[in-house]
Nanobody
Framework: QVQLVESGGGLGQSGGSLRLSCAAS????????WGWFRQAPGKEREFVAA????????YYVDSVKGRFTISRDNVKNTVYLQMNNLKPEDTVVYFC?????????????????????WGQGTQVTVDS
């Protein structure tokens, strides 16, 4: 059974940093594309970042460019989201997602429906 489990959320300070992790089990995700999304109450899930299978390509929503960094460790079957210079508007639930990529270099998958597996989400709260 495939499981994606996020961790690392919690309370952060405005201008501070948090690092989210998403550990996958149940299969090998080395050829998959990983994505991070976030969702505020009552709003649609928003794309944040994506990384291709080899980490040669990444893509970010404009609001996090220069502040967030997505990375992956294929040996550990884990994807990370390093969040720096946190802002109060980053206070939402963050979800990791995986898409079967067949080792494709393409990374511009920004829609929920384009991903096959999802984590349960982790809350990030930025104290202003």
């Amino acid at each position: 059974q495939v499981q994606l489990v996020e961790s690392g959320g919690g309370l952060g300070q405005s201008g501070g940093s948090l690092r989210l992790s998403c550990a996958a089990s149940g299969r090998t995700f080395s050829s998959y594309i990983w994505g991070w999304f976030r969702q505020a109450p009552g709003k649609e899930r928003e794309f944040v970042a994506a990384i291709n299978w080899s980490a040669s390509s990444t893509y970010y929503v404009d609001s996090v460019k220069g502040r967030f960094t997505i990375s992956r460790d294929n040996v550990k079957n884990t994807v990370y989201l390093q969040m720096n210079n946190l802002k109060p508007e980053d206070t939402v639930v963050y979800f990791c997602a995986a898409r079967a990529g067949h080792s494709s270099p393409y990374v511009y998958y920004t829609q929920e429906r384009q991903y096959d597996y999802w984590g349960q989400g982790t809350q990030v709260t930025v104290d202003s």
